[in-house]
């Protein structure tokens, strides 16, 4: 029998998906097309991180050189819904205006200030930015520190059995916003 990990509804952003990532690396790895699947959801986290620091620009009225008014407005305003499908916008002018856009003395001292942001973005804009000119290849291939890196919202009720060693383990993700909450009755109802 398996050992049963529930994360249940724990507050979202606090890295349950992040543990379920790391428990498939030390359980089997993932496939190249299994990176591979990664590719546009990293692609999208780059640009709703550097909209989340411009968006904290605004937020605590951090002045802006009036040279980049007119880019950070411009990715600030990038339609959400463009983020689920970022191949349709993703081009070497959007990854010139990011990175011009992170150079920024606005962005950087909105940086200094990413504390008042959540999640664990911090970590992956900066490990993705390093690296935005191997991501801007249309060929390149996410790493397993990439996937485990990226952040996709999870909805509805993940399962994913590991085994590690001679201990078999089953989680169990629900996803963490508000409206995912009652997803956890489901399992609550399940294992009574």
């Keep these: 029998m398996a050992t049963q990990v529930s994360f249940s509804n724990a507050i979202h952003n606090l890295g349950k998906s992040t543990f379920l990532k790391q428990t498939k690396i030390l359980d089997s790895c993932y496939t190249k097309e299994e990176r591979e699947s990664f590719t546009e959801i990293i692609r999208g986290n780059i640009v709703k991180s550097i909209k989340q620091l411009i968006q904290l620009v605004y937020e605590l009225d951090i002045p802006i050189d009036r040279q980049d008014r007119e880019l950070l407005a411009y990715i600030n305003n990038i339609d959400n819904e463009f983020l689920v499908?970022?191949?349709?916008?993703?081009?070497?002018?959007?990854?010139d205006d990011i990175v011009t856009a992170w150079e920024t003395d606005a962005v950087q001292q909105a940086w200094n200030d990413r504390?008042?942001?959540?999640?664990?973005?911090?970590?992956?804009?900066?490990?993705f930015l390093n690296k935005i000119e191997q991501i801007r290849n249309p060929n390149?291939?996410?790493?397993?520190?990439?996937?485990?890196?990226?952040?996709?919202?999870?909805?509805?009720?993940?399962?994913?059995?590991?085994?590690?060693?001679?201990?078999?383990?089953?989680?169990?993700?629900?996803?963490?916003?508000?409206?995912?909450?009652?997803?956890?009755?489901?399992?609550?109802?399940l294992t009574i």
């Design 115 to 127: 504390h008042k942001l959540c999640g664990n973005f911090a970590v992956s804009i900066q490990h």
């Design 85 to 95: 499908n970022i191949n349709g916008i993703w081009s070497d002018e959007l990854i």
């Design 140 to 189: 390149w291939v996410p790493t397993v520190t990439d996937v485990t890196l990226s952040q996709v919202k999870t909805t509805g009720i993940v399962e994913y059995e590991a085994k590690i060693g001679k201990t078999s383990i089953q989680v169990v993700d629900t996803g963490g916003q508000r409206n995912e909450r009652k997803s956890i009755f489901i399992i609550f109802i």
